[in-house]
């Protein structure tokens, strides 16, 4: 079974502080890895997509790599402000016509000003 | 953000009523998913449509259906509404292989 691991749960830094996020995978099947953020009671927005052959992407504050050789991809927020708090979800991207998504459970970040 | 209308925002209904919900798109994308989010479950994936007409079953398809008619609307339908699918429905788009998918603001579903 395909499996997306997430950790921390939950994470708690001062405001200004650089943080990694982990994600994890089992599955030889996920190629690719999207990253997303949630807020309280919202939907999910794209943050970043890292193609199997980028190993790393670029958004702002935001840098997230893959290394599939290992299954692992790493969130990292530079100058973490409190308007980053939220939930943030990795999802492997599975090879084959659907390219459905197979998410982790998710790390809460809260940043305290 | 992407174009997705989700419809109703919010639901109500009893345990054995017929119900659908509505994704509406405005970007043209040819792929269109129905997940569900649960707590200690995370987001799982019921269906999904490769265009029109042309659907398939995701992780989670036992007691829905969908249909997609034209490119715009994808429609989840739960036939006999059971508790254990209150829940929240995102609809997903994405434009073709290899892109990235966007998702709608979400439907809140309580089914009592």
């Known amino acids: 079974k395909q499996e997306v691991t997430q950790i921390p749960a939950a994470l708690s830094v001062p405001e200004g502080e650089n943080l990694v996020l982990n994600c994890s995978f089992t599955d030889s099947a996920i190629y690719n890895l999207q990253w997303f953020r949630q807020d309280p009671g919202k939907g999910l927005t794209s943050l970043l997509l890292?193609?199997?052959?980028?190993r790393e992407q670029t958004s702002g504050r935001l840098n997230a790599s893959l290394d599939k050789s290992s299954g692992r991809s790493t969130l990292y927020i530079a100058a973490s402000q409190p308007g980053d708090s939220a939930t943030y979800l990795c999802a492997g991207v599975t090879q084959g016509g659907s390219e459905k998504l197979v998410f982790g459970k998710g790390t809460k970040l809260t940043v305290n000003p | 953000d992407a174009g997705i209308t989700q419809s109703p925002r919010h639901k109500v209904t009893e345990t054995g009523t017929p119900v659908t919900l509505r994704c509406h798109q405005t970007e043209n994308h040819r792929y269109m998913y129905w997940y569900r989010q649960d707590p200690g479950h995370g987001l799982r994936l019921i269906h999904y449509s490769y265009g029109v007409k042309d659907t398939d079953k995701g992780e989670v398809s036992d007691g829905y259906s969908v249909s997609r008619s034209k490119t715009e609307d994808f429609l989840l339908t739960l036939e006999s509404a059971t508790s254990s699918q209150t829940s929240v429905y995102f609809c997903a788009i994405k434009e073709g292989p290899r892109q990235p998918q966007h998702f709608g603001d979400g439907t809140r579903l309580s089914i009592l």
């Open positions: 890292i193609q199997s052959s980028q």
